[in-house]
């Protein structure tokens, strides 16, 4: 299983950015899909998931109404949609997918390589 996550970059505050994640080796709407992030001496912490069907999503109140992630099946990708950046959005950003629907980021087995996004002032 490979997780390719692309799209990031330097944006200024306000600004959006769209991150990408394509998947294979697996059968992809099996598995929840879900967005991490982790900041310079931080840990990493959750953004949001997606069931496999799209159905379903959870956000990370600092996120929520500013983001949104996506799926799109057939394509074997997850997107984030990040709108309105703040300063502290600043951080890699990884993807990765699970089995079971969870913010944990224990419950993911499979991560990609993250994706550098950086909001300046």
């Known amino acids: 299983v490979q997780l390719q996550a692309s799209g990031g970059g330097l944006v200024q505050a306000g600004g959006s950015l769209r991150l990408s994640c394509a998947a294979s080796?697996?059968?992809?709407?099996?598995?929840?899909m879900g967005w991490f992030r982790q900041a310079p001496g931080k840990e990493r912490e959750f953004v949001a998931i997606?069931?496999?069907?799209?159905?379903?999503?959870l956000y990370a109140d600092s996120v929520k109404g500013r983001f949104t992630i996506s799926r799109d099946n057939a394509k074997n990708t997850v997107y984030l949609q990040m709108n309105s950046l703040k300063l502290e959005d600043t951080a890699v950003y990884y993807c990765?997918?699970?089995?079971?629907?969870?913010?944990?980021?224990?419950?993911?087995?499979?991560w990609g390589q993250g994706t550098q996004v950086t909001v300046s002032s």
């Open positions: 080796g697996r059968t992809f709407s099996n598995y929840v």
């Open positions: 990765a997918s699970a089995r079971l629907y969870s913010r944990s980021a224990a419950q993911y087995d499979y």
């Open positions: 997606i069931s496999g069907g799209g159905g379903s999503t």
